[in-house]
């Protein structure tokens, strides 16, 4: 079912019924279901084919609800807050006892933020508690973008999308862990960590690998079509793949932007390329978010 963005009380309906429903933020559509009902989160992973130890992002429309299901916030967070929220970040604070161990994927952080789609804030709202939800999309594939894209996906097997058109940054938020006494970054997203570093007054710390198992969308392959997809970093380099290979139908893609990858991966999927050439220019190297979706998507 789509519904337009009037129908939000229906949507909320809906999800407080035990139905999901996948809705757009400035980031990506993410699939939601109310932070407090464990059993409809169940239906998330089911849904996704999403492993269960997999933590989602709990997404809220105040402060008040960040201090429903976190404890010990840190100064830093309000001061991050204040600049970023609502916007594409989000941060991992230490879990509230009253938050079901299924939202964090067994840990006892739990990663927040607020999005900036008035679609969004509107339906948080309505629902009454935060809503947990991850991209909506089937688990290792390219986000959604587009309603449209949710529907290839989940036709018949959610309650709803709300339509919301394309998203803004196309890209999922960046995240960062305040847990411990030096922030760290634990993925890279559509909010720049110089950008963040900035309000902080102090450098991010790179995550190690052990830090990254308590942010989503870090332990598992992530933004992949089907079509096998490989990077070039220079014209010659391409241009000696075209001309020792024969694999068709491919794709070749140049000067790709981080808010139209996804739609792009997708697209080629629909069109049923075998492969997927993308050649890596200076700009598109420089940005470390598209770089880091591009190689999880060749792996």
Do not use: W
């Amino acid at each position: 079912m789509i519904l337009d963005p009037d129908q939000i009380p229906l949507a909320a309906q809906l999800l407080l019924q035990g139905e999901l429903v996948a809705f757009p933020t400035e980031t990506v559509y993410g699939l939601g279901a109310p932070i407090f009902h464990p059993e409809t989160i169940s239906k998330i992973y089911t849904a996704k084919g999403r492993p269960s130890d997999n933590p989602l992002i709990a997404h809220v429309a105040s402060l008040a609800q960040v201090e429903q299901i976190a404890r010990d916030i840190p100064p830093e967070f309000y001061l991050l807050a204040k600049a970023f929220f609502p916007g594409p970040l989000t941060i991992v604070l230490k879990k509230h006892p009253s938050v079901p161990s299924i939202v964090s994927g067994g840990l006892d952080t739990i990663a927040v933020r607020m999005p900036s789609h008035p679609v969004a804030l509107a339906l948080i709202v309505a629902v009454g508690q935060p809503l947990v939800a991850p991209s909506a999309n089937l688990s290792g594939k390219p986000s959604s973008t587009t309603a449209e894209h949710v529907i290839a996906d989940f036709e018949g097997k959610i309650g709803a999308v709300i339509e919301g058109g394309e998203t803004k940054y196309g890209m999922e938020s960046t995240v960062i862990s305040l847990v411990a006494k030096v922030p760290r970054l634990l993925r890279l997203g559509a909010l720049s960590p110089q950008e963040i570093e900035k309000v902080l007054g102090r450098e991010l710390q790179e995550a190690s690998r052990e830090d990254k198992l308590s942010s989503p969308g870090t332990r598992y392959r992530h933004y992949a079509p089907s079509a096998r997809v490989k990077l070039f970093t220079s014209p010659s380099e391409l241009d000696l793949y075209l001309k020792t290979t024969t694999v068709q139908p491919r794709q070749i893609l140049t000067k790709v932007k981080g808010a139209s990858l996804y739609a792009l991966l997708r697209q080629a999927d629909v069109e049923k390329k075998d492969e997927i050439l993308i050649l890596c220019d200076a700009e598109m190297l420089q940005d470390r978010a598209l770089m880091d979706r591009l190689q999880k998507a060749s792996q």
